[in-house]
């Protein structure tokens, strides 16, 4: 039986409202944790025996999903009602996460490690002293591996497009994170300015698609710290939005792993971006070189069924934000509902990005907009019982982690995981998590770009784990309070 977490649009917090789609969660690690549901023996036993399997069938070759599993423990001692890890414990297990995190090469991926443990630290009540063992303080880990991330250096269809979009995308962990633990003190001093050197690198992102996607998050995570004026004062979000203007004469346009409409290219950095604007609280940039919310609404309805599953979601949660969901969409029900259906069309096996994702996002809607009732049976049949088709080429096989990542993390998120722990007819009676576990390559190295979203999603769960309700810590606290005294976002 379907158990969302939330009873619709007004019932979310504030981390939902900001980074509420899947690819915050899964694709950068940020915003881990939402709505937190309480624990369970037997969720916590499915997190750590699906741990178990993939580290023994990629044989502890994958770093991230190491660590994801050492904070994802922590997360479970800590919110185990009947034995709660002791201080001394959370300490030992800290220091095995840290361990796991100094060992990922990648400067990028070390960054979102310290960071996960951070906001993990944060969200679980633990105090800010674990973060300094043997004299090393962890944020310092942090700000030492951003300064290792070089420009260019994602090896994807679009190099060349990014510049310093990792590093961008590394600062926002880094200031939702210190924002979470209340550090954001920190991050200007008269030795470093860290958020005019995260400004510096959104200028030097050249593609309006990853420019408006990555920057409107970083900035985001900036107003979360409180440091919106600073914002204002640089125009940032003014210049986005001219930047995005640009983007046909700046000839960047991404590749995807699926063919993608210019509509769709337009709409999501606009879309991030308009979140960003309500957590601004600069409606004038609403009507800035044009109306954005008829632009937003234009190119949703120019978009392809197949784009708007990934979209619709994006749109509702920024016409929410702005109070602006009653005026621009009277018959909201109606709406998400026809979005939904689409899923009668899409084979969630077809591809891993497009088709592979969609039914995820369509779930998520669902729930968000209070109309979880959608999701059937059939439709959770067929998302489940979808990966077996991707066995019919190595591109499909080797990318098979990313729609499954979000698979696990929606339905974890309805308390309907077990959908993926009993068996189904399509895997000949196998579960779908035991087959897709039994089809990594040796040691996982063909997927070994894509696992580590296995293992946010099964963190993400992990966190959600701790008593509902939980306050949100640190500045991230005060902004919600500050969100919800701000009437004219929530209605």
């Not at 178990?52 to 800590?78: K, W």
């Not at 679009?158 to 961008?168: C, S, T």
């Not at 200007?188 to 920057?215: H, K, N, W, Y």
């Given at each position: 039986?379907?158990?969302?977490?939330?009873?619709?649009?007004?019932?979310?917090?504030?981390?939902?409202?900001?980074?509420?789609?899947?690819?915050?969660?899964?694709?950068?690690?940020?915003?881990?944790?939402?709505?937190?549901?309480?624990?369970?023996?037997?969720?916590?036993?499915?997190?750590?025996?699906?741990?178990?399997?993939?580290?023994?069938?990629?044989?502890?070759?994958?770093?991230?999903?190491?660590l994801a599993?050492?904070?994802?423990?922590?997360?479970?001692?800590?919110?185990?009602?009947t034995?709660?890890?002791?201080s001394?414990?959370?300490?030992?297990?800290?220091?095995?996460?840290?361990?796991?995190?100094?060992?990922?090469?990648?400067?990028?991926?070390?960054?979102?490690?310290?960071?996960?443990?951070?906001?993990?630290?944060a969200?679980?009540?633990?105090?800010?002293?674990?973060?300094?063992?043997?004299?090393?303080?962890?944020?310092?880990?942090?700000?030492?591996?951003?300064?290792?991330?070089?420009?260019?250096?994602?090896d994807?269809?679009?190099?060349?497009?990014?510049g310093d979009?990792?590093?961008?995308?590394?600062w926002s962990?880094?200031?939702?994170?210190?924002?979470?633990?209340?550090?954001?003190?920190?991050?200007?001093t008269a030795?470093?300015?860290?958020?005019g050197?995260?400004l510096?690198?959104?200028?030097?992102?050249?593609?309006?698609?990853?420019?408006?996607?990555?920057?409107?998050?970083m900035?985001?995570?900036?107003i979360?710290?409180?440091?919106?004026?600073?914002?204002?004062?640089?125009?940032?979000?003014?210049?986005?939005?001219n930047y995005?203007?640009?983007?046909?004469?700046?000839r960047?346009?991404?590749?995807?792993p699926?063919?993608?409409?210019?509509?769709?290219?337009?709409?999501?950095?606009?879309?991030?971006?308009?979140?960003?604007?309500?957590?601004?609280?600069e409606?004038?940039?609403?009507?800035?070189?044009?109306?954005?919310?008829?632009q937003?609404?234009?190119?949703?309805?120019?978009?392809?069924?197949?784009?708007?599953?990934?979209?619709?979601?994006y749109?509702?949660?920024?016409?929410?934000?702005?109070?602006?969901l009653?005026?621009?969409?009277?018959?909201?029900?109606?709406?998400?509902?026809r979005?939904?259906?689409?899923?009668?069309?899409?084979d969630?096996?077809?591809?891993?990005?497009?088709h592979?994702?969609?039914?995820?996002?369509?779930?998520?809607?669902?729930?968000?907009?209070g109309?979880?009732?959608?999701?059937?049976?059939?439709?959770?049949?067929?998302?489940?019982?979808?990966?077996h088709?991707?066995?019919?080429?190595?591109?499909?096989?080797?990318?098979?982690?990313?729609?499954?990542?979000y698979?696990?993390?929606?339905?974890?998120?309805l308390?309907?995981?077990?959908?993926?722990?009993?068996?189904?007819?399509?895997y000949?009676?196998?579960?779908?998590?035991?087959w897709?576990?039994?089809?990594?390559s040796?040691?996982?190295?063909?997927?070994?770009?894509?696992?580590?979203?296995?293992?946010?999603?099964?963190l993400?769960?992990a966190?959600?784990?701790?008593?509902?309700?939980?306050?949100?810590p640190?500045?991230?606290?005060?902004?919600?309070?500050?969100w919800t005294d701000?009437?004219?976002?929530l209605?």
């Amino acid at each position: 039986m379907v158990s969302p977490p939330v009873n619709g649009l007004d019932d979310l917090g504030m981390e939902s409202r900001l980074l509420g789609t899947p690819w915050s969660r899964i694709v950068r690690g940020i915003g881990l944790g939402q709505n937190p549901a309480g624990y369970s023996e037997t969720a916590a036993h499915r997190i750590r025996t699906s741990f178990s399997a993939l580290i023994d069938q990629t044989e502890g070759s994958n770093q991230q999903l190491l660590l994801a599993s050492r904070i994802a423990e922590l997360a479970l001692r800590v919110s185990d009602p009947t034995n709660p890890a002791p201080s001394t414990e959370v300490r030992v297990l800290t220091r095995s996460a840290v361990a796991a995190a100094d060992s990922i090469s990648n400067p990028y991926f070390s960054v979102n490690g310290y960071c996960n443990i951070i906001d993990a630290l944060a969200k679980l009540g633990q105090d800010p002293s674990h973060l300094v063992d043997n004299g090393v303080n962890l944020r310092y880990k942090a700000l030492a591996a951003i300064d290792r991330i070089e420009p260019d250096r994602i090896d994807d269809e679009n190099r060349g497009a990014h510049g310093d979009y990792e590093k961008v995308s590394a600062w926002s962990a880094i200031f939702f994170a210190f924002a979470a633990m209340g550090m954001g003190e920190s991050l200007q001093t008269a030795e470093r300015d860290c958020i005019g050197e995260a400004l510096e690198s959104l200028e030097r992102v050249p593609s309006p698609f990853f420019r408006g996607r990555g920057g409107s998050t970083m900035i985001t995570s900036i107003i979360t710290l409180g440091h919106g004026d600073r914002l204002k004062a640089a125009k940032t979000l003014p210049k986005l939005l001219n930047y995005l203007d640009g983007a046909a004469e700046l000839r960047f346009p991404p590749s995807f792993p699926s063919p993608m409409s210019d509509s769709f290219v337009r709409a999501y950095p606009l879309l991030t971006t308009l979140i960003s604007v309500s957590a601004s609280g600069e409606r004038d940039l609403l009507t800035l070189g044009q109306n954005r919310i008829q632009q937003a609404s234009r190119l949703i309805e120019q978009m392809t069924g197949s784009e708007r599953t990934h979209m619709t979601l994006y749109y509702v949660l920024a016409l929410s934000n702005l109070g602006l969901l009653d005026s621009e969409i009277p018959d909201a029900a109606g709406f998400v509902r026809r979005t939904f259906d689409e899923w009668l069309q899409i084979d969630p096996g077809s591809d891993y990005f497009l088709h592979g994702i969609a039914y995820a996002y369509l779930a998520q809607l669902a729930y968000f907009c209070g109309e979880s009732h959608l999701i059937t049976d059939d439709f959770l049949s067929r998302m489940t019982g979808a990966f077996h088709t991707m066995e019919d080429s190595p591109d499909a096989r080797a990318n098979r982690p990313y729609p499954f990542a979000y698979t696990l993390n929606v339905l974890s998120e309805l308390g309907i995981d077990s959908t993926l722990y009993t068996p189904h007819p399509a895997y000949g009676g196998d579960t779908a998590f035991d087959w897709f576990v039994a089809r990594l390559s040796p040691r996982g190295q063909l997927e070994q770009p894509r696992l580590y979203m296995v293992g946010n999603a099964l963190l993400n769960w992990a966190l959600r784990l701790r008593p509902p309700h939980a306050p949100t810590p640190g500045t991230l606290g005060l902004f919600e309070q500050r969100w919800t005294d701000r009437s004219d976002h929530l209605h």
